[in-house]
C-alpha cells in the first residue's frame, strides 16, 4: 500500500468496520426525528442511542440557541451566500464580541465549520503570518494523525510548501 495515499489506506483500514455495519443495517441511516435525550429515530422506526454526532456539548438542542437561530433565519435567510471580508451579517460581529469577553486578550473570528477553518487558518499559520504565533527561523513541520479530519488531509500539498508533513498514528497498540 502507498502510505502517501492516505485516503485508499483509511478506507481500506476500515472497511472490515464498516461490512460488519452495513450487514448489521446500522449504516446509512436516515433520522426522522430526535428525541430529547440523546436518541435519533431513524425511518424504519428503530430508536437508536446516538454515538455518531460530533456535536459533544448538545448546544444545538438548547432552547436559547434554538430561538436565536429561528431569529436570525427570519431576519437573514438561511445563508447570507457572501465572502466575509466583502460583507458579513451583524450576528457574527457580536458572536465574535462576546467570544472576546470570554477569551481575554484574543481576536476570535468564528467559522461556519471546520473544514472552512482549516482552510484559512492553517495557511497563514505555515505562512508564519498568523499574529501571535511565531514560527521558528527553521520553519514549520506539520505532524498529522492518520485519521486527523480529511479537511487537513486535502491540505496538505498547500502546507507542504511552508514545510514538511509528516503523517503518523497517534494510538499505540498494546
Known sequence: MDS???LSDRINSSKPHQDRIWKREINDLTITARTNGRGIICSEGKEYIDFMSCSYLGLERHPSLSHAIKESVDKFGVQ????????????????????????????????????????????VLGSGELPGYDISPKGIRWIVDKTTHASVQILRGILEQFGGFERISFLTRI
Open 4 to 6: 502517501r495515499n492516505w
Open 80 to 123: 447570507y451566500a457572501a465572502a466575509r471580508t466583502r460583507a458579513k451579517c451583524d450576528i457574527f460581529d457580536e458572536l465574535e464580541e462576546k467570544l472576546n469577553t470570554i477569551f481575554l486578550n484574543s481576536h476570535t473570528v468564528t467559522f461556519n465549520s471546520v473544514g472552512a477553518a482549516h482552510l484559512a487558518v492553517l495557511p
